[in-house]
């Protein structure tokens, strides 16, 4: 397995833990004020880096800037936009707001960033240059 599937496969798998706790709570609290945010960590962090990691599986990509990039945006702003977006609706610190607004914004552009940058690779993929 190369490195960026088996990085975005292990943070998927945190994803999908506190996803699943999140439910879990919610069910059991009878309350659903994580609703935005136990959606956003299971889509954006268990299920988008999971299929992106199973994408670095099958398609086998040579390792570039560009594939690094991709990981990396992808990963911060799973965690910016899903923890900013808990930070920001949820408050459960006494933050400022216009911090949380950043990490909840920044994430989400980081990850959109990512989505674009993905985009861009599958593109570019050639066989010919594949590591398998």
Known sequence: MNKHSLLLLRFAGVFGV????L???MAGAGSYA???????????GWLSLFAW???YKVFQTSETLLTKIHVWTAIIG??????????YMVKPFDLP???SLVL????????????I???????FYREEECNG
């Open 23 to 25: 439910g879990a709570h």
């Open 34 to 44: 994580f609703r935005p945010v136990h959606a956003h960590i299971l889509v954006v």
């Open 97 to 99: 707001e216009p911090l």
């Open 78 to 87: 799973s965690i910016g936009l899903s923890g900013g977006m808990w930070l």
């Open 18 to 21: 506190i996803g699943a706790i």
């Open 117 to 123: 940058i993905f985009f861009l690779i599958t593109l």
């Open 104 to 115: 909840y914004i920044g994430g989400g552009v980081a990850l959109l960033v990512s989505f």
């Open 53 to 55: 990691s199973v994408y």
